[in-house]
């Protein structure tokens, strides 16, 4: 096992903060053990140190948040750096989130998803290490991989070190999808790797040290805190809501086959307390039974896709999750079903329709995946053609591993 530095991400978070929903999955987590609750292993690399951390909601020991628990440990923390959704995790998806001060703390919180994505040389001039604790959920739509490499940049552009305490990846059993061609890079897919990559953060930060992947292909100097007792195998059951519509385990464990459609004229729950677990439109009346309607919550989603329309489609809330784990595949045969069905094919995946929607080329990572499914195109036919570049990603992956 390697360990290397790394930089802590830490949105404030606090005992009282929201507990996700277990559902279809084992809530024991068999004793694993994250980065931050091993402070023995980490706290003779800051104390005495000006500590920047990168943090949200997810950040915590125990039930505390670790930004509370290294100050009353007399760690000198000089600045929160806050990703998307703020650093308490209660901004809408894409929502700039602006500068403040914590009121508990008095600590400076930056963001890096506002004016800025990146700490500059100014911003890292008082501070001797940073730490980076942000919850991951294994898939390249999640832009906490892509916040981790702009913070290595800067690092390194600043001569930091970074410290990863790591998580474990409630994903991590799957592996798949099209490697993302790079032709569709954006900020919802930064890097060649399949829609769900199998990786903790720190496996991820290796990888993109190693393969080249930072700005000017230049290495950040990290430090790792593993996490312990754990393989990617492993069932974990995330404490708190990594984001505002992963609110349950099972959205979180459908998410990367729920999350496709982003990229078409459906609602997928946003605008609902079950996001990602359901799916319809008002086009399905008549098709499906089951309905809900999209509103708008702050926090969540002001402005979902179908806003006060009663949407017709299907319901996931139940669904055996553990066919995904036993089948280690992403399930298309949702988004193929509901394209099938669909009275305005011409419609389906049209971003032009709303501003909420993505193409479904930057969604998915390819090309030809649109055409494909408006050809009706077997699944085992369109993923033969992904299958050479995520047999080399998987090949690739295994140079970066800290965990089995």
Known sequence: MKLFSLLAVVTLLFSCSPKIKAT?????????KTGAEQTELYLPLIKGKRVAIMANQTSIIGKKHLVDSLQKLGINIVKVFGPEHGFRGNASAGAHVANEIDKSTGIPIISLYGKKNKP???????????????????????????????????????????????????????????????????????????????????????????EGWLKNKVKADLKIIPVANYNHDMAYTLPVPPSPNLNTQQAILL????????????????????????????????????????????GMAETPIFMDEVCYGIDLRNYDTQKLVKSKKINFEWIMELYKVHPKKEQFFESKFSNQMNNIEIQIGRGDFRQQIIDGVPIETIRAGWEPGLKAYKEMRKKYLIYP
Do not use: W
């Open 255 to 298: 998410y990367p086959s729920v999350c496709m459609f982003e990229g078409v004229y459906v609602n997928h729950g946003r605008g609902t307390y079950n996001p990602f677990t359901i799916l319809g439109s008002p086009a399905y009346k008549g098709i499906y039974s089951f309905s809900f309607t999209p509103k708008s919550i702050k």
């Open 120 to 210: 500059s040389k100014e911003d890292l001039a008082d501070v001797d290490i940073l730490i980076y604790d942000l919850q991951d959920v294994g898939v390249r739509f999640y832009t906490n991989i892509n916040a981790l490499s702009r913070l290595m940049e800067a690092c390194e552009e600043s001569k930091k070190t970074l410290l990863i305490l790591d998580r474990p990846n409630p994903n991590g059993y799957l592996i798949d999808g099209p490697v993302l061609d790079m032709k569709y890079k954006s900020g919802i897919g930064m890097f060649p790797i399949p829609m769900s990559h199998g990786l903790t953060v720190a496996e991820f930060a290796q990888m993109a040290n190693g």
């Open 24 to 32: 279809n999955i084992d809530t024991t987590n068999s004793g694993i």
